[in-house]
Each structure stands twice: as C-alpha cells, then as structure tokens.
C-alpha cells in the first residue's frame, strides 16, 4: 500500500460554467486499488495524509485528513472543528481521474470536485 497525491479541482457549477485548475485540493491519502480510500492505513499513517486548499485570491490552507464519528473531513491546525470541510461520503467514493467528490466548504456551500489526477507519493 502507499500513499498517493490525489489532485481535486472545482467542477461546473453556476458561478464557474467550465469548472477551475485555480480552486481545488491536494490530498495525499492510503487507497486501495480500486480507488477507495483505505481507512485502516490511514489510521496507520494519518500524519502523513495531508490536505492543500488553494483557492484563487486566497491563502493556500494546509492541514490533515481526519476521521470524526461517521464521516471524513479536513482539517486546518489553529482552527475548530466546525471549521473543517466535510467530505460527502469519502468512504464510498472512488478517488480516480474522472470521478467527482463533494466537499462542504466553510462558507457554507457543498462544491463539486474533479478528480484529476492520482499520482504515487
């Protein structure tokens, strides 16, 4: 098993009709070969899952994937846990190119996001 760097972009959505390369996350996670996150590594290697937000106009975010009661987020040192994004239902999703995932962003929205690349660490 090792760990792969999984690149998000946002998707279409209204605001952005052809998606963006400039909002997006790169999350270095366990996966099985079928694409799905491997929870088990994980729990043996979750200092080395990391998160990057970058986001156009705004400060790369850096911190960690984490596990809290039934459902898998991010989260950023220095901030509370009501801050950190949500990630709907990563456990049954498939991280491969072409594949989307929807994130529960701080302000509020649930954004869509490509996966569009899956590379070894």
Same mark, same amino acid.
């Given at each position: 098993m090792t760990l792969k760097l999984v690149r998000l972009e946002l998707a279409r959505e209204p605001a952005r009709p052809q998606g963006s390369a400039h909002h997006g996350y790169e999350i270095v996670a366990p996966l099985k070969e079928n694409g799905e996150l491997d929870a088990a590594e994980w729990r043996k290697k979750r200092e080395a899952c990391t998160v990057r937000r970058f986001?156009? !106009?705004?400060?790369?975010?850096r911190g960690h994937l984490s596990h809290i009661g039934s459902g898998w987020r991010f989260h950023y040192p220095g901030e509370d846990i009501d801050e950190d994004d949500p990630i709907y239902k990563l456990g049954s999703h498939k991280l491969a190119p072409g594949e989307y995932i929807s994130i529960d962003e701080d302000? !509020?929205?649930?954004?869509?996001?490509?996966?569009?690349?899956?590379e070894p660490v």
């Open positions: 986001w156009e !106009g705004e400060d790369d975010r302000d !509020g929205e649930r954004h869509t996001f490509r996966v569009m690349s899956v």
